[in-house]
């Protein structure tokens, strides 16, 4: 039986609530669902951030109970100028 799962994403001091959710049918679903969409957005923090030391990216998961787990991924650039 499938659970609808949320999928909160925090970039930076941004914080974006997912207010639909997503069902799917156990953890090992929600855990690829979830690291799918985060480097999903890693794969756009170059553009936006090119020159931060560094950014945090987070997608928080939770259903109808509160809080199931959370996927975090930091960026940075460390640039020789030699």
């Known amino acids: 039986m499938s659970r609808r799962y949320f ?3 925090r970039d930076g001091n941004a914080f974006a609530a997912d207010e639909e959710g997503v069902e799917l049918p156990d953890i090992e ?3 690829e669902e979830a690291a799918l969409s985060l480097a999903d957005m890693a794969r756009n923090v170059e553009r936006k ?3 931060s030391v560094g950014h945090r990216m987070a997608i928080e998961v939770r259903d109808e109970s509160g809080p199931i787990l959370k996927l975090k991924f930091m960026f940075e650039v460390d640039s020789d100028s030699n």
């Open 29 to 31: 679903s929600v855990q």
């Open 7 to 9: 999928f909160d994403l």
């Open 49 to 51: 951030h090119a020159h």
